[in-house]
């Protein structure tokens, strides 16, 4: 993580304003991309490979920026529903056709959800048949609004899928400010590592 350190003549290490700004730099990009991503970068670095360094620098722009689209997108879905998500039904599992059925749909498209990703339906051991159960059944309730809205069915995963797992609406809420939180800090950790590494190149450049 840091350039070579001269010796004295008595065998101690000499440390300069060069050694300083990696350190800086190294600090920085952890906080950004990670110990074992800032670690790479910095060993490209020293090995002169600069190229590979700005890739992996790159690559985590683009991966926070697609992250931000998805985060975007789930909160557009959620603010697309009418009122409130309706709550998992109470009662005994569905089959596709009474699901079919009381949603107003084919059964061949709560088959295509499941292939998409948005619906998860249990399987009959002995007959293969599927049973949709309470929150299966509100997870298919959200999607049919979702796909009237016009969302196609990536967008309408990715949502089914942050609000099976946040519990509901009101915790899914909760999860996407924290979320945002989480992208805005990680947008300044990358902006400042950015920053230390430049100024280290700097330094490298001029020496």
Known sequence: MLPPTPRSATGYRRYTARHAQALRAFLALRRGHGHQQAVEIMRA????????AYRMVDAAHVALHAERDTRTEVAAALGALSATTPPPPRGAPLTVGELARRLGVHPATLRTWETAGILHPDRDRSTGYRHYDPTCV???EVARQLRRGGYPLGQVARFVGALREAGGEAALREFLDSWQDRITARSRHLLAGAAQLDAYLTLLDGS
Request: hydrophobic share 20%.
């Open 45 to 52: 670095i020293h090995r002169g490979d600069t190229d590979s």
């Open 138 to 140: 509100r997870d298919a």
